[in-house]
């Protein structure tokens, strides 16, 4: 179990922290960046046991969870009208809405934009969650072992 947790919090470690990366890139990388590199402490955290400490450690854990939690619904609920009428737009292909029709990932359009913000905040509300209290490693509650 101890491996299948260390394997999610490194493979959203490494998402996360791509996810900072390419926001580089973004019209508003302020916003975006912060974003995704407080996601990207949830499972360094949860990798290094430090979130189940007291003090200092418990209050960055709490508020980094918070954080994500509350942005990523703000996102969701604010782009949800404009996905779903893109949704309407392109017949159904979910495809279309993030990769252009000749197979071109470049952004073309402002829906394109939105949609991929759309999946980047659902993905680290799923994370934080679901996942994210499932892969605590040292977590005394899942792993029986005190911190």
Known sequence: MEVLKRTISLLFLAMFILGTLVQFNDPD????????????LLPLMALTGVNTRHGLFSL???L??????????????TYLPGIKKDYQAKNGNILRMVINQDGDIRMKDDQMELAR??????????????????STVGDEKVSGKRA
């Not at 990388?29 to 407080?38: E, L």
């Not at 954080?67 to 969701?76: E, F, G, H, P, R």
């Open 64 to 77: 980094a969870r918070a954080a994500a939690i509350l942005v990523s619904l703000y996102w969701i609920t």
């Open 117 to 134: 913000e759309f999946g980047g905040a659902v993905i680290i509300l799923v994370y934080t969650l679901v996942l994210y209290p499932l």
């Open 29 to 40: 990388p302020i916003i975006w960046v912060t974003y995704w590199a407080t996601a990207a």
């Open 60 to 62: 960055v854990d709490k």
